[in-house]
Nanobody, 121 residues
Framework: VQLQASGGGLVRAGGSLKLSCAVS????????MGWFRQAPGKEREFLAH????????YYADAVKGRFTISRNAAEYMVYLQMNDLKPEDTAIYYC???????????????WGQGTLVTVSS
């Protein structure tokens, strides 16, 4: 399985971005798709995950209400819509695949290469 994240860029505070993650194939290792981010000097942080088959979603408290995870099963795509962005959202954003719902990086077996999001004040 390969994951390809895209959609990052430079945006002003209060703006929006939609990240995309292309999934090469669906297997049991992609039962759940997650988004994480890592800011400079910080640990990788869980944001949200979605069950590929049922579409159930789960969010970290830090982004609940501002970020929305979704998937297009027919096109093997996962998305992260980010609204009301803040400078502290600046980070490299990663999509990842897991066999089970999880919020820790060690549970995800496959990672995309990351896409940089920079939010200016």
């Amino acid at each position: 399985v390969q994951l390809q994240a895209s959609g990052g860029g430079l945006v002003r505070a209060g703006g929006s971005l939609k990240l995309s993650c292309a999934v090469s194939q669906l297997t049991t290792s992609t039962n759940f798709m997650g988004w994480f981010r890592q800011a400079p000097g910080k640990e990788r942080e869980f944001l949200a995950h979605i069950a590929w088959r049922e579409g159930r979603k789960y969010y970290a408290d830090a982004v609940k209400g501002r970020f929305t995870i979704s998937r297009n099963a027919a096109e093997y795509m996962v998305y992260l819509q980010m609204n009301d962005l803040k400078p502290e959202d600046t980070a490299i954003y990663y999509c990842a695949a897991s066999r089970a719902p999880a919020t820790v990086t060690s549970s995800y077996n496959t990672w995309g290469q990351g896409t940089l999001v920079t939010v200016s004040s």
